[in-house]
């Protein structure tokens, strides 16, 4: 099964507001990160954060990291349609050298 | 620019062929790594390799081959013992670090249908 699982599987929203996405993983890890792919397109990276830390921004990104509950949330504030796209959560296990991918978020931010 | 150069961008393959997806860096990356998609889907590993000569299996690797000749590339064979390749495959590539896997940086796709 897959380490890293998000919630929701699809989430539109209208311009404006904020969308939340959470990730849970099921063993140690050494960092977290967010990606985003548009449709027909290669991942983009977004954040990375580490075991050790909690919280990190970007612009309009915020990710906070709770390895107590294995999970972590990726919040767009403001949102514009241009941010409709896939989001991904990858994890770093303590024991690889791989990243592993969840099976994504699917946003639509309506204009 | 430095980026990742994934090539063909489409392909078509008949039953019973191999085909090779190119993938080539020039981020003197060391470690570089092969995804497969399939729609609505996650990524799937299928190989990487953290350093020229040398690859290891991911999750899926049955059906596939690799090879590491150079640093900068990285190609991927789709062979006819893959059962059902079509999809969005998938090149990145990251610089080898301690204390974990850094920020991967991907090539834009190579998309395979099988007629």
């Known amino acids: 099964s897959q380490q890293g699982e998000e919630d929701p599987q699809a989430l539109s929203i209208q311009e404006g507001e904020n969308a939340t996405m959470n990730c849970s993983y099921k063993t140690s890890i050494n960092n977290l990160q967010w990606y985003r792919q548009n449709s027909g397109r290669g991942l983009v990276h977004l954040i990375l954060?580490?075991?050790?830390?909690r919280e990190k921004h970007s612009g309009r990104l915020r990710v906070t990291l709770d390895t107590s509950k294995k999970s972590s949330s990726l919040l767009i504030t403001a949102s514009r349609a241009a941010d409709t796209a896939s989001y991904f959560c990858?994890?770093?296990?303590?024991?690889?050298?791989?990243?592993?991918f969840g099976e994504g978020t699917q946003l639509t931010v309506n204009p | 620019d430095g980026g990742i150069t994934q090539s063909p961008k489409y392909l078509f393959r008949k039953e019973g062929q191999n085909v090779t997806l190119s993938c080539e860096q020039n981020l003197n990356h060391d470690a570089m790594y092969w995804y497969r998609q399939d729609p609505g889907q996650g990524l799937r590993l299928i190989y990487y390799s953290q350093i020229v000569n040398d690859f290891q299996k991911g999750d899926i690797a049955e059906g596939y081959s690799v090879s590491r000749e150079k640093k900068e590339s990285f190609p991927l064979t789709v062979t006819s013992a893959q059962k059902n390749p079509t999809a969005f495959y998938l090149c990145?590539?990251?610089?080898?670090?301690?204390?974990?896997?850094?920020?991967?940086?991907f090539g834009e796709g190579s998309r395979l249908t099988v007629l």
């Open positions: 954060i580490r075991s050790n830390e």
């Open positions: 990145a590539s990251t610089q080898r670090a301690s204390g974990g896997t850094g920020e991967l940086f």
């Open positions: 990858a994890t770093d296990i303590r024991s690889g050298s791989r990243l592993t």
